[in-house]
């Protein structure tokens, strides 16, 4: 089994939405491959996170609802005891018991609204954090496996002039490609790697003997430049232009961050 075939059926499989068949296929696969299981765990940990989030009615909400639907039922039935019913329709008795109830049921549903706020934004924020995760842990896995490759680029620079439209034809987007020698970045070449489930854009730079692997992909997002550092890794990270970037190299942050201002 194909390793994103098996991603597509991970979630399934720990809802236990799956056949015996499919189960047992997609289990052994994420067994034998350690990114999948990864990925595995991964949601594992994120389902827990989520069940963690959630947000518990106010205390006493229950007795405070009950306590006022007693006091708002004693009422009606004051005013009946008091004076004979007028002859009035259903319908208009049922209008007015439902007037009387109106703010208790508005008062319930603020409540709920702000309940389902609280764990939207919670879960909002979990899965914003946790996929900028995936995408370094991607982004580190990437860069590692280039560095023990023979070559770390599929076209050699002359300059950006035969690196850009090398890129033409392979995907679906126009990565940024300048020739920062003059900065002291060398333009090394190119090449196509797989993040967070897409094709994506390298371009390789080399500022003295330290590699620099620049992943682009299309992105409607505008973030400002930030650095992390993962494994020894330096990771800057931002989105520009239509565009997001990932660079990551052993270089110092100090200097890396000066490549966003570059790009």
């Known amino acids: 089994m194909r390793c994103d075939h098996a991603r597509e059926r991970i979630g399934a499989l720990l809802d ?66 008091a004076e004979p019913a007028p002859p009035v329709s259903f319908a208009a008795r049922l209008a007015a018991r439902t007037r009387s109830f109106t703010p208790v049921l508005r008062q319930i549903a603020a409540m709920l609204v702000v309940c389902v706020l609280s764990v939207s934004g919670t879960w909002w924020h979990l899965q914003t954090v946790d996929n900028q995760e995936l995408i370094n842990r991607d982004v580190l896995a990437a860069h590692v496996r280039s560095l023990i490759q023979d070559s770390t680029v599929q076209v050699v620079s002359n300059d950006q002039h035969n690196v850009k439209p090398w890129f033409a034809g392979r995907l679906e987007f126009t990565p940024v490609v300048k020739d920062l020698s003059a900065e002291g970045y060398t333009l090394v070449g190119g090449r196509l790697d797989y993040i967070d489930g897409k094709r994506v854009a390298v371009v390789v730079y080399k500022k003295r003997l330290h590699q620099i692997n620049v992943f682009i992909w299309p992105s409607n997002d505008a973030d400002a430049v930030k650095i992390e550092t993962a494994e020894g890794y330096n990771i800057a990270s931002w989105c520009r232009g239509g565009m997001a970037f990932r660079a990551i190299s052993d270089l110092n942050a100090g200097e890396l961050r000066e490549l966003p201002a570059l790009l």
């Open 16 to 81: 236990g939405e799956l056949s015996n068949g499919q189960r047992q296929s997609v289990a052994e696969h994420a067994e034998s491959c350690p990114a999948c299981a990864r990925y595995r765990d991964e949601l594992k940990e994120l389902s827990a996170k989520i069940a963690g989030a959630r947000e518990r009615a106010p205390q006493g909400l229950a007795r405070r609802i009950q306590a006022r639907l007693a006091v708002e039922q004693q009422s009606e039935m004051a005013e009946i005891v």
